[in-house]
């Protein structure tokens, strides 16, 4: 390049950079003028809004009572959702009007967004520049009879099916007959009349009942007893006319089985309850008295489909059978080893004061171990009885103790021992000192995992397997089928051997103190019995042999 060339390209560069600057000028004169009263008080409307103070928004407009409420109620409508609001245009028209524009951005969670904008008007009052109040100024279509609201759609409640196929829960309306002391005249004669059109579905609820409740809570409403619809449904002409009495329909998913009642329903409604917040959709609403609610924003959920349990209906009713032949706490648990699918769970009215007792209460083991400690030692070519608490909790981990399973809605424990101690014994009254702890979930899984030659993943929905947070390697084969042997030999002619005439079983009758185990394995079947301060040496073998027998029977004669 040239002298000439490079002067001309020089001169051009300069007054290029003479335009920017000049433009930067003017523009630092346009942008840099002080905001007027009218648009102060938009930016401090917009402001008060997105910190959430109601009043200190309302307090900008022309009728602040009308307008906080309309504030606080979207709020409190939309509560699950958080809102971005900006000014997108500003223009003063003159000293005494002007317009705005303000951008609303809601979210609601993930995918779940609405956007909007919505115009508003400023007046100079006497009391200076205020928002003139219009609900619309918050909301589009807002007004002052109106409401909005964030709601959340579903389709259809998916239904839950046992192992075999059979409908095991569905949703279906239940019932709360409610007594209200302030709607009855006469208390007695409202109890009586109540009590005796119960009679027929709840004979326990009498009119003394009633009354003494009533009594307990001066003033508070009650619920009597809670039906099922077609128990409603032959009573409600009765329950109705009588003075005080309320009923509130819930939809509730309830096992279709009235036989059924373990405390694996609950775990089962999580796992539910998990499937239709997935595809739950949403929307806005505008509603008001009188009229069907408005959608605005948002979109119907898919229908989620239907689940299909782990829980065999007829295992379960075999150990519902079982477990209330024992008069003190006692539980059940059967696992199907070659899938981990939890088939039965139960425990009787003792242990149901107790709590979870089946699937989180923690017991010290005493030789319900021994197995584990046999194994151990076997497979460190050593002697059993110098087996150390951590090799102990070692093993027992490769047999599926300890180990930190997550199964969705469920919530269980297995063992504690050793350095895997946690936390405090449940249930047991005692503090356990340094003993190791068994559950009789953790038993049933030990008996699967003999089985199945590995520690199965526990489930209660089938396709949908705990995850661990820690596999750990199954034993060698030789220390797995030593294991079988001395189970087998503990039935064929040990402390199990009561249960010698059911063909293919195994099993560990063990005791802790005053508490009795039985563990084992027949088929693709393990279970585990507990009973605590049994009330007899045999308790848990017997209470086993119950179980076995029922199970035995077809279904049609139970």
């Given at each position: 390049?040239?002298?000439?060339?490079?002067?001309r390209?020089r001169?051009?560069v300069?007054?290029?950079?003479?335009?920017?600057?000049?433009?930067?000028?003017?523009?630092s004169?346009?942008?840099?003028?002080?905001?007027?009263?009218?648009?102060?008080?938009?930016?401090?409307?917009?402001?008060e809004?997105?910190?959430?103070?109601?009043?200190?928004?309302?307090?900008?407009?022309?009728?602040?009572?009308?307008?906080?409420?309309?504030?606080?109620?979207?709020?409190?409508?939309?509560?699950?959702?958080?809102?971005?609001?900006?000014?997108?245009?500003?223009?003063?028209?003159?000293e005494?009007?002007?317009?705005?524009?303000?951008?609303?951005?809601?979210n609601?969670?993930?995918?779940?967004?609405?956007?909007?904008?919505?115009?508003?008007?400023?007046?100079?009052?006497?009391?200076?520049?205020r928002?003139?109040?219009?609900?619309?100024?918050?909301?589009?279509?807002?007004?002052?009879?109106?409401?909005?609201?964030?709601?959340?759609?579903?389709?259809?409640p998916?239904?839950?099916?046992?192992?075999?196929?059979?409908?095991?829960?569905a949703?279906?309306?239940?019932?709360?007959?409610?007594?209200?002391?302030?709607?009855?005249?006469?208390?007695?004669?409202?109890?009586?009349?109540?009590?005796?059109?119960?009679?027929?579905?709840?004979?326990?609820?009498?009119?003394?009942?009633?009354?003494?409740?009533?009594?307990?809570?001066?003033?508070?409403?009650?619920t009597?007893?809670k039906?099922r619809?077609q128990?409603?449904q032959?009573?409600?002409?009765?329950?109705?006319?009588?003075?005080?009495v309320?009923?509130?329909?819930?939809?509730?998913?309830?096992?279709a089985?009235?036989?059924?009642?373990?405390?694996?329903?609950?775990?089962?409604?999580?796992?539910?309850?998990?499937?239709?917040?997935?595809t739950?959709?949403w929307?806005?609403?505008?509603?008001e008295p009188?009229?069907?609610?408005v959608?605005?924003?948002?979109?119907?959920?898919?229908?989620p489909?239907?689940?299909?349990?782990?829980?065999?209906?007829?295992?379960?009713?075999?150990a519902?059978?079982?477990?209330?032949?024992?008069?003190?706490?006692?539980?059940?648990?059967?696992?199907?080893?070659?899938?981990?699918?939890?088939?039965?769970?139960d425990?009787?009215?003792w242990?149901?004061?107790?709590?979870?007792?089946?699937?989180?209460?923690l017991?010290?083991?005493?030789?319900?171990?021994?197995?584990?400690r046999l194994?151990?030692?076997?497979?460190?070519?050593?002697?059993p009885?110098?087996?150390?608490?951590?090799?102990?909790?070692d093993?027992?981990?490769?047999?599926?103790l300890?180990?930190?399973?997550?199964?969705?809605?469920?919530?269980?424990?297995?063992?504690?021992?050793?350095?895997?101690?946690?936390?405090?014994?449940?249930?047991?009254?005692?503090?356990?000192?340094?003993?190791?702890l068994?559950?009789?979930?953790?038993?049933?899984?030990?008996?699967?995992?003999?089985a199945?030659?590995?520690?199965?993943?526990?489930?209660?929905?089938?396709?949908?397997?705990?995850?661990?947070g820690?596999?750990?390697?199954?034993?060698p084969?030789?220390?797995?089928?030593?294991?079988?042997?001395?189970?087998?030999e503990?039935?064929r002619?040990?402390p199990?051997?009561?249960?010698?005439g059911?063909p293919?079983?195994?099993?560990?009758?063990?005791a802790?103190?005053?508490?009795?185990?039985?563990y084992g394995?027949?088929g693709?079947?393990?279970?585990?019995v507990?009973?605590?301060?049994?009330?007899?040496?045999?308790r848990?073998?017997?209470?086993?042999d119950?179980?076995?027998?029922?199970?035995g029977?077809?279904?049609?004669?139970?």
């Amino acid at each position: 390049m040239g002298f000439r060339d490079w002067r001309r390209g020089r001169g051009r560069v300069t007054a290029l950079v003479s335009v920017v600057v000049l433009a930067a000028g003017m523009a630092s004169c346009v942008f840099g003028e002080p905001r007027s009263d009218a648009q102060r008080l938009v930016d401090d409307f917009v402001a008060e809004l997105n910190e959430g103070d109601a009043a200190g928004a309302a307090a900008l407009t022309s009728y602040p009572n009308a307008a906080e409420a309309s504030i606080r109620q979207m709020f409190e409508g939309m509560k699950d959702g958080s809102v971005d609001y900006d000014v997108a245009q500003f223009v003063e028209l003159n000293e005494q009007t002007g317009f705005f524009t303000l951008g609303a951005d809601w979210n609601f969670g993930p995918g779940k967004d609405w956007g909007y904008q919505v115009d508003g008007v400023a007046k100079n009052l006497a009391v200076g520049w205020r928002i003139s109040w219009d609900p619309q100024v918050l909301v589009p279509e807002l007004n002052r009879t109106r409401t909005v609201h964030h709601v959340r759609t579903d389709a259809a409640p998916p239904k839950i099916f046992d192992r075999t196929g059979q409908l095991l829960m569905a949703e279906q309306t239940i019932n709360a007959v409610v007594v209200d002391p302030a709607l009855m005249p006469d208390p007695v004669d409202t109890t009586t009349r109540l009590a005796k059109v119960l009679e027929p579905v709840a004979p326990v609820i009498t009119a003394d009942l009633l009354q003494r409740n009533l009594a307990a809570d001066p003033g508070a409403r009650i619920t009597a007893v809670k039906l099922r619809d077609q128990d409603y449904q032959f009573l409600e002409d009765e329950i109705v006319p009588i003075p005080g009495v309320v009923v509130v329909k819930t939809p509730t998913l309830i096992s279709a089985d009235r036989r059924i009642s373990t405390p694996l329903l609950d775990p089962l409604r999580a796992a539910w309850q998990l499937e239709r917040d997935a595809t739950a959709g949403w929307a806005v609403t505008l509603e008001e008295p009188g009229a069907d609610p408005v959608q605005v924003a948002g979109f119907q959920g898919p229908p989620p489909p239907d689940l299909q349990a782990t829980l065999d209906a007829h295992v379960q009713l075999a150990a519902k059978e079982a477990v209330v032949s024992v008069g003190t706490p006692a539980a059940i648990v059967a696992i199907q080893p070659s899938t981990g699918g939890v088939l039965a769970l139960d425990v009787n009215n003792w242990a149901m004061e107790l709590g979870p007792v089946a699937s989180r209460g923690l017991y010290p083991a005493g030789q319900t171990l021994d197995p584990v400690r046999l194994a151990a030692g076997l497979d460190r070519g050593v002697d059993p009885a110098s087996v150390s608490t951590d090799d102990l909790a070692d093993t027992a981990r490769r047999l599926g103790l300890g180990l930190d399973y997550d199964v969705p809605g469920f919530d269980f424990e297995t063992a504690q021992i050793g350095e895997n101690r946690s936390g405090v014994v449940q249930f047991s009254g005692s503090d356990g000192g340094g003993e190791a702890l068994l559950s009789p979930f953790g038993a049933a899984l030990l008996a699967a995992s003999v089985a199945r030659g590995e520690a199965p993943l526990p489930a209660i929905v089938q396709g949908k397997p705990a995850k661990v947070g820690e596999a750990a390697e199954p034993l060698p084969p030789h220390v797995t089928d030593a294991l079988r042997a001395a189970m087998a030999e503990n039935v064929r002619s040990g402390p199990a051997s009561f249960l010698k005439g059911h063909p293919g079983l195994s099993g560990i009758a063990a005791a802790s103190g005053d508490d009795r185990w039985f563990y084992g394995y027949t088929g693709d079947l393990a279970f585990a019995v507990f009973v605590a301060n049994a009330d007899g040496g045999d308790r848990a073998v017997k209470m086993a042999d119950m179980f076995l027998r029922e199970l035995g029977k077809p279904p049609a004669d139970r």
